[in-house]
């Protein structure tokens, strides 16, 4: 199901709600404003904080406040501690290969002093923290790190973290063991709901949860002189090959390859002929380990002009002949070999 998960930290791998509602309580208290029991504090705390503070004590500079409440969290006798189950499902992921990352508000300084006080450092492939507007950061983040989304899952106690994964169109997993109550985070109607991190390592754990074979659609498409565009890509080792993608759930394989065209080119396509399925499996030349099932297709381009996304480097119209003589990833020749012996596009002269 997932290769990679980005966890929250405060509420989701330790537990600093009493030192973090003790120095919030000082906050207040210096401006004439009455203290918060713990359940009132869970049903009006918010993420991005600075809207929080913003209702609370309108007009006071929020860098103020933080000074006032990093004073009080650093001075706070009460233990910042590691909630249950967390060790274990971050054991869990480093046994089974599952890239983990931490996304997170906490200021940098807490954060760092308590990833190391909790032996937590070694099982993170990167930490962001001190993240005010977590969502501003979730495609730099995937991008950097090359995560595919739908692969990923942002692992958080609030609804912010739920609108941070729908933001960067990852899967949304709350867990009940932070700051937002049940009520309010199911309103934000996150993907996957669990109890804490022992009941997502079982959901996960099972038999079956590896990620099974991807489908994809891919085409090669043809101009009206009879030319063929072919793409440079990083993700093929700079070989070149085909626009397409994934399939989303409830989209038919034409309807894929039409968007996908789109997203990557700009070019509106008809006339799209079937030609070959190809199996794909952990092709050296792909820039990661992966099981295609490659839905292979010849169209006709009708319009657009050519803007490439960043999944391309490089655009060429080439005849069939110059395209045998292009550096092509595998399954771009296999396609347009067997393109050719179906008489689907002409052979070369």
């Not at 030319?227 to 993608?245: A, D, E, N, S």
């Not at 894929?256 to 190809?278: C, G, M, P, S, Y």
């Amino acid at each position: 199901m997932f290769r990679n998960f980005i966890f929250d930290w405060s509420g989701t791998l330790v537990d600093d709600l009493p030192p973090v509602l003790e120095a919030t309580n000082h906050v207040l208290a210096l401006y004439g404003k009455p203290p918060l029991d713990r359940e009132e504090f869970r049903r009006v705390f918010r993420l991005p904080y600075r809207d929080f503070y913003e209702e609370m004590l309108p007009g006071v500079p929020l860098e103020e406040l933080e000074v006032h409440f990093r004073k009080a969290f650093n001075e706070s006798a009460t233990a910042v501690t590691i909630l249950p189950h967390a060790r274990e499902k971050l054991e869990w992921c480093r046994e089974h290969g599952v890239r983990a990352f931490v996304l997170t508000s906490m200021d940098s300084g807490a954060f760092k002093r308590q990833l190391g006080e909790l032996g937590l450092t070694g099982f993170f492939e990167a930490t962001y923290s001190g993240v005010l507007d977590k969502r501003e950061l979730i495609h730099e983040i995937l991008l950097k790190h090359r995560l595919v989304a739908n692969e990923t899952a942002f692992i958080g106690d609030m609804t912010h973290d739920v609108d941070t994964a729908r933001h960067g169109k990852l899967t949304s997993i709350a867990v009940l063991t932070g700051y937002t109550l049940a009520g309010p985070l199911a309103e934000s109607r996150p993907d996957i709901t669990v109890p804490d991190l022992d009941a997502l390592r079982r959901i996960v754990g099972r038999p079956g949860w590896l990620p099974r074979p991807v489908a994809t659609v891919g085409a090669l498409l043809q101009n009206a002189a009879g030319k063929l565009l072919m793409l440079r890509t990083h993700k093929w080792g700079h070989r070149w090959g085909i626009p397409g993608g994934k399939i989303r759930r409830g989209e038919s394989t034409e309807d894929a390859l039409r968007r996908e065209v789109k997203e990557e080119t700009n070019l509106d396509i008809d006339r799209i002929r079937f030609v070959i399925v190809q199996d794909c499996i952990d092709s050296h030349e792909f820039l990661r380990p992966e099981h295609f099932l490659l839905l292979n297709y010849v169209a006709r381009v009708t319009g657009g002009e050519i803007v490439l996304n960043d999944e391309a480097q490089e655009h060429k119209w080439v005849t069939p002949a110059e395209a045998m003589g292009l550096d092509l990833n595998r399954p771009t020749r296999t396609l347009l070999v067997e393109a050719l012996n179906q008489g689907i596009i002409e052979h070369p002269v």
